[in-house]
């Protein structure tokens, strides 16, 4: 069965930095772009980050220089190394991955992590 197991998530002080990890296990992972979506209350779904299976990236605007995505393919991985948070960037976030040939956005999620930023 296909799964994306997220870790990482948690509670951290502005200006404090967490690592999303997202494992994937019963597809090909490196054919599959890989994506970081989140979702805060109130608030529409987002793409925060995706690295394609070539390994181009993009980034929403407003985590700019903060977080950084890269990918492992040999241990079926991607990371989300998040630094300089800031409160706004509480939400919950969600691992995604999906062949361009299909699109983006669809294929397989995750179930969620919780990211709380205060102080």
């Known amino acids: 069965q296909v799964q994306l197991v997220e870790s990482g998530g948690g509670l951290v002080q502005p200006g404090g930095s967490l690592r999303l990890s997202c494992a994937g296990s019963g597809f090909t992972f490196r054919n599959y772009g890989m994506s970081w979506y989140r979702q805060a209350p109130g608030k529409e779904r987002e793409l925060v980050a995706r690295?394609?299976?070539?390994?181009?990236?993009v980034y929403v605007d407003s985590v700019k220089g903060r977080f950084t995505i890269y990918r492992d393919n040999a241990k079926n991985t991607v990371y989300l190394q998040m630094n300089s948070l800031k409160e706004e960037d509480t939400a919950v976030y969600y691992c995604?991955?999906?062949?361009?040939?299909?699109?983006?956005?669809?294929?397989?999620w995750g179930q969620g992590t919780q990211v709380t930023v205060s102080s």
């Open positions: 995604n991955a999906a062949l361009a040939s299909v699109g983006y956005g669809y294929g397989y």
């Open positions: 690295i394609t299976s070539g390994g181009s990236t």
